[in-house]
């Protein structure tokens, strides 16, 4: 890991400055041989100076460059970044020339990934790294910013050094087994703290699929029979005329998408064909969609006409989507009533013009979802896949050493374990970690980040 690696940290394409990082042993030697200023090896850390990148003789471009040196870096290595004018062309040639001293072109999270190995950030943090970048709303950016600050590492560590107490005692009770029965007073006193533990990952899993809705967006599909407004709908949400409305029944045909952001929250919206009976092939085919998306669908909008009658078509959709979470809407409020609602239970009557109802539908939304308050969000909302499917490793050996104390087993079995439980929690944090895990994870990361 001794070599220094140098690419290029700001988005490729015209613009008003560009960066190009070096991190690494030789990143000032480098920088010296192709900067015509101070020598950089005189000059105080954290501080920037103005000169020009040249090669050879040849005057290259007018750059300021900041010298970083270790360990209070982000990669805790001497750092240099060169910012120089924003073209393609010039970024490049100060690249090659670089690369021309010896420096390595830096892979894709190369430097967060030194950051990790060099000990200054632990995985949850470079997770958080990416989730701060490819962050869309205020709420992504809120819960990658606790992320960024150590709470899910803090979170995890803590959970760890209680199971580590668990292991002690029960290390205790193997190296000291004359005490007569020492073994079950121990698995005794274990249970509670097993049993509390168990209790609050159970909580954080409660809360990954809110979680995953408010990191991924909430996958909200439109349903309804033709005409009732549907298309409508999704353009009011949209605040866009992205679907196009017409008073023929079965206008729209294939799916429609579009995103929205409701204070914080992105909805990824869906307009499907409306269902009936299919006429021709097109239709068929836009309805079995349909019933695809709603199979993946996080939450359903099923959308009712207030002027015309509740039949056949309309109780259908209804039991299709009764065990998915659903919203139903009663539509065209302004229209004289036909319909009968006897048969719907929690609906919401508006009209699709009307923009305080539909602000009434996100509110609405939000709360049907559970993502109501992002004030209340702290590190526990963890949307992470890879964090999500350790807890429920971890969760599933507590359980089972909760088992194994409710049938007396012998403690060297209940602490297996509770050791395996620890070593899970470790994966997260990356303290228990591999080589193919830490490459796959690192290569998702945008270049020179
Ligand atoms: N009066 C009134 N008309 C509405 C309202 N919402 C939609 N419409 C009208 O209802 C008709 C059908 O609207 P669409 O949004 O195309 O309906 P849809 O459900 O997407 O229809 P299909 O795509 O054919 O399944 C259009 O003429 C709209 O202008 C409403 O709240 N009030
Ligand atoms: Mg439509």
Redesign the pocket.
């Known amino acids: 890991m001794n070599d220094t690696i140098a690419m290029i940290s700001t988005p490729i394409g015209s613009g008003g400055i560009s960066i190009i990082r070096v991190s690494g042993e030789k990143a000032l030697d480098f920088t010296n041989e192709i900067y015509k200023g101070k020598d950089l090896y005189k000059v105080a850390t954290h501080t920037i100076h103005y000169g020009h990148i040249v090669d050879e003789n040849e005057v290259i471009d007018e750059v300021l460059v900041s010298v970083m040196r270790a360990p209070k870096t982000y990669t805790r290595e001497d750092i240099v970044e060169i910012s120089c004018h924003g073209g393609v062309f010039v970024t490049n040639k100060i690249l090659e020339l670089l690369l021309l001293k010896g420096a390595r072109l830096a892979e894709p999270g190369e430097f967060t990934k030194r950051a990790f190995l060099n000990g200054r950030i632990d995985l949850t943090q470079a997770e958080a790294v990416m989730d701060l970048i490819e962050a869309k709303t205020k709420t992504n950016l809120k819960i990658a910013n606790l992320g960024l600050r150590g709470d899910i590492k803090k979170l995890i560590d803590d959970f760890r050094s209680r199971l580590l107490v668990c292991m002690a005692k029960i290390e205790v009770n193997i190296d000291y087994p004359e005490y007569e029965d020492e073994e079950q007073i121990t698995t005794e006193l274990l249970k509670p703290s097993m049993e509390k533990m168990n209790e609050e990952l159970q909580k954080i899993l409660n809360r990954c699929e809110t979680s995953q809705m408010i990191k991924e967006g909430i996958k909200t599909v439109?349903i309804?029979?033709?005409?009732?407004?549907?298309?409508?709908?999704?353009?009011a949400l949209l605040r866009e005329e992205k679907?196009?409305?017409?008073?023929?029944?079965?206008?729209?045909?294939d799916i429609v998408e579009g995103k929205s952001n409701i204070g914080g929250i992105i909805l990824n919206l869906i307009?499907?064909?409306?269902m009936r009976d299919a006429g021709d092939v097109v239709e068929r085919i836009g309805i079995q969609k349909t019933k695809e998306a709603i199979n993946k669908a996080d939450l359903i909008i099923l959308?009712f006409?207030?002027?015309t009658t509740f039949d056949d078509y309309d109780r259908k959709l209804l039991t299709l989507t009764a065990d998915k979470r659903r919203i139903i809407v009663v539509?065209?409020?302004?229209?004289q009533a036909k319909i009968d609602v006897s048969e719907i239970k929690d609906y919401i009557l508006?009209?699709?013009?009307?923009e305080k109802d539909i602000e009434k539908l996100e509110s609405k939304i939000k709360q049907e979802c559970q993502v109501g308050n992002i004030n209340e969000m702290d590190a526990s909302y963890i949307g992470n896949a890879r964090q999500i499917s350790k807890i429920k490793q971890a969760k599933k050996a507590i359980e089972d050493s909760l088992e194994a104390i409710k049938e007396n087993m012998p403690i060297d079995i209940v602490s297996i374990d509770i050791t395996s439980a620890w070593h899970y929690l470790g994966e997260i944090t990356g303290e228990e970690t591999n080589e193919e895990l830490i490459k796959e994870l690192f290569s998702k990361f945008c270049l020179g980040k």
Request: charge should be negative; charged fraction near 20%.
């Open positions: 439109i309804g029979k033709p005409n009732v407004g549907k298309s409508s709908l999704l353009n679907a196009i409305v017409t008073d023929i029944a079965g206008t729209t045909r307009d499907t064909a409306g959308v006409d207030n002027s539509n065209k409020e302004d229209l508006l009209s699709s013009f009307n």
